[in-house]
């Protein structure tokens, strides 16, 4: 009886069904490019847009094509017809009955066609070239898409860093408080302090009970968010660094927005609108002769894919639309106003990509400040809670100071670390929105 038990406690104490692994900033960047949704998206549409490539300059090869036709008739000059085609034409047969009515046929036509393009007035090969821009699109989307996955990712690794360490610190609070409320409690019990001094501080002490409640059920969703950020069981359980501290803006505004230019889905929407512009040349070339070649083969029996009779026939077929009531005429128009339309879209885009910079710069620089100031903050909080403690210890300060000084650090300690997870993030922003890695502004600590 007893080994048994043995057993399962030591299965027990070796299992973990919450196991952890350890994942850095560039990792979870990295299983982001990779593993996402939105990735895994733009790569399927780029795999289409290469496949419409290759289906667009098919139209440039020969096209071969196999045809099977049943039929019966009595028709007269389709019966005379099909009996040559069969090869069975007697002379005889045909002027001892009446060719007006003629005994019902059956006949099967197995026909090989191969036709083939010559000249399309320029449509098929500015088919191919709006083709080629759509896949140059696509492919730039992806970039995008992974620059964007990656900026997700960090984002979520910043929130998760940033409230674990609000869990820490309100724990290290709490801790304090409740140090205070049993001084407090002892003095009150010798007749050094009233006891509305001791339900101050136990008020402030469920105050921070509550508020690390609140923190530890943040960082449980910000975990889940990260995890779902790289496309994981949400579940998942995560060994994170630490935040450092933020990096500076080292660039200038110009430098950011000359790389801005060059932005992945600016490159995507100027392919469009090149194809925009493409669409009235192929609607054009509608108007234009058709020139082509056209092979056939028939073999013709009364059963099905029979070979009694054979012939070949080769043609050169040309084509134009004389007249289509203005039908060419107003879809070169309206492919021309959509190109129009296109441009002035691409215009306020790219104006819009210089705009977000802009702000993105501002905000980096502007987050980079508020963390000095918040860092300095600290500093003469926590200088100004270490003085008030040793008044109260001395008997000159009352509970009430150490407590207001000690929320003081504490108010100050959470600034502090959001100006520091801001900071991060704002200039991992900037980074994607002035077209570059986010990657690219990390510290070599694989931290932000």
Not at 174 to 196: D, F, I, K, N, W
Not at 353 to 370: D, G, W
């Amino acid at each position: 009886m007893r080994r048994p038990l043995v057993l399962l406690i030591c299965i027990a104490a070796t299992a973990s069904p919450l196991r952890s692994q350890e994942l850095s900033l560039r990792e979870a960047m990295a299983r982001a490019r990779t593993n996402a949704r939105q990735v895994a998206s733009a790569e399927s549409r780029l795999a289409a847009s290469r496949q419409a490539l290759s289906e667009a300059k098919a139209y440039r090869l020969p096209r071969l094509q196999l045809q099977e036709v049943w039929l019966r008739t009595d028709s007269p000059a389709e019966a005379f017809a099909l009996q040559l085609n069969q090869e069975r034409f007697s002379f005889a047969d045909f002027v001892s009955g009446d060719p007006n009515q003629p005994d019902a046929i059956e006949n099967s036509l197995t026909r090989f066609e191969v036709s083939m393009p010559i000249y399309t007035g320029g449509e098929v090969s500015t088919r191919i070239r709006q083709a080629e821009l759509a896949a140059s699109a696509a492919d730039a989307t992806r970039g995008w898409s992974q620059d964007s996955a990656a900026l997700a990712a960090a984002a979520a690794y910043i929130q998760l860093a940033e409230a674990r360490e609000n869990v820490e610190l309100l724990q290290r609070s709490l801790a304090t408080v409740t140090a205070h409320v049993q001084l407090a409690r002892s003095y009150v019990e010798q007749g050094m302090l009233v006891g509305s001094e001791l339900l101050r501080a136990q008020v402030e002490q469920a105050r921070v009970e509550d508020m690390l409640t609140e923190a530890k059920g943040d960082a449980a969703v910000a975990e889940s968010n990260l995890a779902f950020r790289l496309a994981m069981d949400q579940d998942s359980h995560f060994e994170l660094a630490p935040l450092g501290e933020p990096r500076p803006v080292i660039h200038e505004l110009d430098d950011w927005l000359g790389t801005a230019a060059h932005r992945a889905d600016l490159g995507a929407a100027q392919s469009r609108v090149e194809a925009a512009r493409l669409e009235a040349e192929a609607e054009r070339a509608a108007r234009l002769p058709k020139v082509g070649l056209v092979a056939r083969y028939d073999l013709n029996d009364k059963s099905l894919f029979g070979s009694h009779g054979e012939a070949f026939a080769l043609m050169a077929q040309a084509s134009v639309d004389l007249f289509s009531g203005g039908r060419h005429r107003a879809a070169v128009a309206a492919a021309k106003e959509q190109a129009n339309a296109a441009q002035e879209d691409l215009q306020e885009f790219s104006e819009g990509v210089a705009l977000a910079v802009r702000r993105a710069y501002s905000a980096a620089v502007t987050a980079r400040e508020r963390h000095a100031t918040a860092a300095a903050a600290l500093d003469a909080a926590r200088e100004n809670e270490r003085i008030v403690e040793q008044r109260f210890r001395q008997g000159i300060a009352r509970t009430v100071d150490v407590l207001d000084a000690e929320t003081a650090r504490r108010e100050a300690e959470t600034r502090e670390l959001t100006s520091r997870a801001e900071a991060h993030l704002a200039l991992l922003e900037l980074a994607v929105k002035a077209g570059r890695e986010p990657e690219s502004v990390l510290n070599g600590r694989d931290q932000p």
